[in-house]
């Protein structure tokens, strides 16, 4: 199991990666994953994520209080009109073009109805 933990950190850890270059790919859920994982069968990679000066509050805020900074919620909404609006004015199948923005804004929905970090925890 051990190397299970280990390889599934390491996928989220890349692919959190690359959502720091990709526009539309999140960063932080696969943070989150990463950590959750590392915590499992690498509690060194899970010490380092915890302690970045960046990412490390915005694990530390969800696994305590399932908190979601305003400016997430924002940025998070934002990328999810545009993937809606790509897909409307892009050729796409009509049912991905009903689907996709039913999906999202459950999403959105989901995401504004968690609590946002006091000042004092991150």
Known sequence: MFWFWRTLASLCLGLASL???????PTTPFLL???WAGARGWPELEARLLAHP??????RNWREHRAVPRRAKWLASALMLSSVLMIWLLPAPQLLRWLLPAFLLCVALWLWTRPEPSSHTG
Request: cysteine-free; charged content about 0%; proline content about 12%.
């Open 19 to 25: 959502g720091v270059v990709l526009p539309g790919l």
């Open 33 to 35: 994953v990463a950590a």
């Open 54 to 59: 960046h990412y490390g509050p915005l694990i």
